[in-house]
């Protein structure tokens, strides 16, 4: 079975900044997909970014960007630039497509980020 | 395209009684899942369809919960005899095989 740790349960950064979310998994198959999911408060969760194991290239979307580490089986979410309504719950999600298991999504705790003004 | 609907946004039930939950996904999505989420975790999954089969159930559903898709559309979670620790937050997700998981703004459980 998979598991997926997010170490940080809560982080707080200045409006402006950059931060990192940490993430780690644990698998043993070789094709898998991984997310970043977005739940704001009392909001629905929403996909931040998607990162393919078989692509070496990380994933970027506009300030959003990953560092995927496949041997390390790291997979970090960079926000630039974080406004406010980047405060949310962010989940970590780790998928493995139509193998042995549960092809539902696996998801860390959750890292909440907190953008202060 | 109105994403994923789930009714209702809450429920409030005695210890005992049967509660129902519907989702409707987005209409051409071939593959629903259910999650349950308890408060400062992420959502675990508890079974999912493609088309109108149920392809997978989570050890975490037991025989009190019953989930269906008839004919492929809107899906339905059943919890018969609730349990006070049946209470949390129950999310209906859509997708294309393979793709993004559409995520619905769940029904809210408390079990008294």
């Known amino acids: 079975a998979q598991t997926v740790t997010q170490s940080q349960p809560e982080m707080s950064v200045q409006e402006a900044e950059t931060v990192t979310l940490s993430c780690t998994y644990d698998?043993?198959?070789?094709?898998?997909?991984l997310f970043w999911y977005k739940q704001p408060p009392s909001r629905q969760m929403i996909l931040v970014i998607r990162q393919e194991a078989y692509k070496q290239q990380n994933a970027t979307e506009n300030r959003f960007s990953v560092n995927f580490q496949k041997a390390a089986k790291s997979f970090s979410l960079k926000i630039s630039d974080s406004q406010l309504g980047d405060t949310a719950m962010y989940f970590c999600a780790f998928m493995n497509p139509g193998g042995g298991g549960a092809d539902g999504l696996t998801f860390g705790k959750g890292t909440h980020l907190i953008i202060q003004p | 395209d109105t994403g994923v609907s789930q009714d209702p946004r809450h429920k409030i039930t005695k210890r005992g009684q049967n509660v129902t939950f519907r989702c409707d996904p987005i209409s051409e999505h071939n593959r629903l899942y259910w999650y349950r989420q308890t408060l400062g975790q992420g959502p675990e999954f508890l079974t999912y369809?493609?088309?109108?089969?149920?392809?997978?159930k989570s050890r975490l559903l037991s025989d009190r919960f019953s989930a269906e898709r008839p004919k492929g559309s809107f899906s339905t979670l059943e919890i018969q005899r609730t349990e006070q620790g049946d209470s949390a937050m129950y999310l209906c997700a859509s997708s294309v095989i393979y793709n993004e998981q559409f995520f619905g703004p769940g029904t809210r459980l408390t079990v008294l």
């Open positions: 369809f493609q088309n109108e089969a149920q392809l997978e």
């Open positions: 698998t043993s198959e070789s094709n898998y997909y």
